[in-house]
């Protein structure tokens, strides 16, 4: 198979790194050029254009620039190819980083020394130590186990929720609907790493929240949110810490993004937001695996890390 030309189709991000990466290696059309181009093979995409891979007559592969698939899934007219999501260990490490600076940030009890540093109080409060909490994990793919192994060598107790079994040394695992109660009992803190599909739309609602255990020296159960922000209710957030339900949440994805100006959120004193940036795409670390992955296919082998149709994920 001779060397495939690929479509950057890009929203929201400046494509310009990407497209001299890619360009190195390989001839590259840079989206709104390229609509019903037959030489066109591959498309690289976030958040492509509707329709406009349906145009392609001989697409073979779609690539994603992120771990998430959603926004390919958006297209009402995406042709029946092969999609590749992204795993790579730059992106991975990306996510433990921020799992592990909202984990301890919670855990240390960092909102309420900001509180008192601004008032000048010298007031050292009870320390728990890692074991006494349990860290829950929903979504135990790459990046959720990537998370589960940092925090198990932190000392934290790691649970951990996927929609198939998936043992792990160390972490008592749940999964399915079944598994999904008895997983929240046990967990104080609920990091939420799952994909946007059909079926996790809105599951980080009140009643979900609700069932969190908060028997512990936290003082509350805590919510950290890095899938995605359509898994989540905003507004059931905002109840339940305003209730007490949860005392804090650190949110880096939101139902609206970027998250709009009039939304609570921005200023509620529990909640801790960033913008979408557990874990960026880099261009340098993600360009060279994608190059790779092209061509190993048209020397005849399977494209890797392949997303499951029916899934969604
Ligand atoms: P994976 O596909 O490797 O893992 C997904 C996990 O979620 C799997 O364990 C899967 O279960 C589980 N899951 C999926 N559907 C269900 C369900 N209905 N019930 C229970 N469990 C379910 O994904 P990654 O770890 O690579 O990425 C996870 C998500 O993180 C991405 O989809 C993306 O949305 C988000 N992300 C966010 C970033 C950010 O910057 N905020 C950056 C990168 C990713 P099973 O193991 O059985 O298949
Ligand atoms: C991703 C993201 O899915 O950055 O990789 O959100």
């Not at 349906?54 to 698939?69: D, E």
């Not at 999964?175 to 999904?180: I, K, Q, T, V």
């Not at 937001?273 to 695996?289: K, M, Q, R």
Request: with cysteine; aromatic share 6%.
């Amino acid at each position: 198979m001779e060397k495939g030309k690929i479509l950057l189709a890009l929203t929201g991000i400046h494509p310009q790194r990407w497209h001299e990466l890619l360009s190195a290696e390989r001839e590259v059309v840079l989206e709104p050029n390229g609509a019903n181009d037959p030489s066109i093979t591959y498309a690289v995409v976030w958040k492509q254009k509707p329709n406009l891979l349906k145009s392609l007559p001989n697409l073979r592969a779609i690539f994603s620039i992120g771990a998430g698939v959603d926004h390919v899934f958006a297209d009402p007219g995406l042709p029946d190819v092969p999609i590749a999501k992204i795993v790579a260990d730059n992106l991975t490490q990306h996510m433990v980083e921020y799992v592990v600076w909202r984990v301890l940030d919670h855990h240390r009890q960092a909102s309420l020394y900001r509180g008192q540093q601004q008032k000048k109080i010298w007031h050292e409060p009870p320390q728990r130590v890692a074991g006494d909490i349990s860290v829950g994990i929903m979504g135990l793919g790459s990046l959720g186990r990537a998370a589960a192994s940092a925090l198990l060598s932190l000392g934290f107790a790691v649970n951990g929720w996927s929609r198939s079994e998936r043992p792990m040394q160390g972490v008592s695992t749940y999964c399915g609907e079944a598994g999904l109660i008895p997983f929240l009992n046990a967990t104080d803190i609920l990091v939420v790493l799952l994909p946007l599909t059909p079926q996790t739309r809105g599951i980080v609602n009140y009643g979900l929240l609700k069932e969190l255990r908060r028997r512990n020296g936290l003082g509350g159960a805590v919510l950290i949110n890095a899938g995605r922000g359509r898994l989540q209710k905003d507004a059931d957030i905002v109840r339940a810490l305003d209730d007490g339900t949860l005392k804090e949440a650190s949110l880096d994805v939101f139902e609206v993004e970027p998250l709009p100006k009039t939304s609570p959120l921005w200023s509620h004193p529990k909640v801790f937001v960033t913008p979408h940036a557990a874990a960026t795409s880099d261009p340098a670390h993600l360009v060279p695996i994608m190059l790779r992955q092209m061509a190993a296919f048209e020397r005849g082998e399977k494209l890797e890390n392949l997303v499951d149709r029916e899934a969604g994920y």
